[in-house]
């Protein structure tokens, strides 16, 4: 029996990185989609940082371009939602997903082979926006394991935000649909965050809104491990890192569950 648990969980690893490679070879082939995933954190960071740093008031008088990259850096996460969706509802519409279906091979293995290479997409916005970012000024001050913890969760919010792309790609298949949707989750989680200013300097209204906003609590949690300048007031400030946890689980729990739930509805 041990054999055969073995033999199955090889199979199934070689199907996932099987499917992650041929995203990545689809990937090369038109790279538009990793453009955006780079380019609009990049823009974010010299637009706010750079041109835009001198006039922001950070708390405690720290580094702007310190206190603004882990806010740019979860756009990798979230400027991938469209790409990942777009893919999906591509491979839908073309009859790749049909194809593959019609394979002996797990549904599960599909979409986790298809997150696992949009993962690695994504972890290589994250190095290229990492070596703008110490260009235009920020610097991790924790111990190098901190640091790498730092990234860690900024990978694991990636990762979230891909099972989110491919969720949206299986419910909804128009290309209009997803480009608005995905950006309007873009912008929304972006700047109703404190990723980019302090939920002080925000109207009453919004400030909660930001306060609990999943990205928030990430963010906090990775300037905490990088030590950069951040501003800390509320429960959910104060308690970041169990936010960060219970909402990222959250969100691959659902997203991961519909995701499963429409790719196996589909099939019938």
């Keep these: 029996m041990a054999g055969v648990g073995a033999g199955a969980l090889a199979s199934a690893l070689i199907e996932i990185e099987t499917v992650a490679a041929r995203r990545l070879r689809r990937l090369r082939r038109a790279p538009g989609g990793l453009v955006g995933i780079i ?3 990049i823009i974010v960071l010299v637009a706010f940082g750079y041109l835009l740093g001198a006039s922001v008031e950070v708390p405690g008088g720290s580094d702007y371009s310190e206190y603004i990259f882990a806010g740019g850096l979860m756009q990798v996460g979230l400027a991938g939602i469209t790409p990942t969706a777009m893919a999906v509802a591509l491979d ?47 610097r991790p001050h924790g111990d190098p394991l901190s640091v790498l913890a730092g990234f860690a969760v900024a990978a694991a919010f990636v990762y979230a935000m891909v099972w989110v792309g491919i969720m949206l790609g299986l419910l909804w298949r128009n290309p209009e649909t997803i480009s ?9 989680f972006s700047f109703l965050s404190t990723g ?36 800390v007031s509320g429960f959910a400030a104060t308690h970041s890192v169990l936010v960060a946890v219970l909402s990222l689980t959250a969100v691959l729990l659902v997203a991961g569950a519909i995701s499963m739930r429409r790719y196996r509805a589909d099939a019938h």
């Excluded at 949707?181 to 912008?187: D, E, H, Q, S």
């Excluded at 980019?196 to 990775?222: C, D, H, Q």
């Design 196 to 231: 980019f200013i302090s939920s002080e300097k925000m109207p009453a209204l919004v400030r909660p809104i930001a306060e609990w906003n999943p990205v928030s609590a990430v963010v906090t949690v990775v300037r905490q491990l990088w030590d950069n300048p951040q501003h």
């Design 39 to 41: 380019m609009n954190p």
């Design 180 to 188: 608005s949707i995905g950006g309007l989750i873009a912008v929304l």
């Design 92 to 138: 839908l519409r073309s009859g790749l997903v049909d194809r593959l279906r019609s394979l002996p091979i797990s549904k599960a293995t599909v979409l986790i082979g298809h997150s696992i290479g949009d993962l690695v997409t994504g972890l290589f916005g994250m190095a290229v926006v990492t070596v703008v970012g110490l260009a235009l000024g920020w």
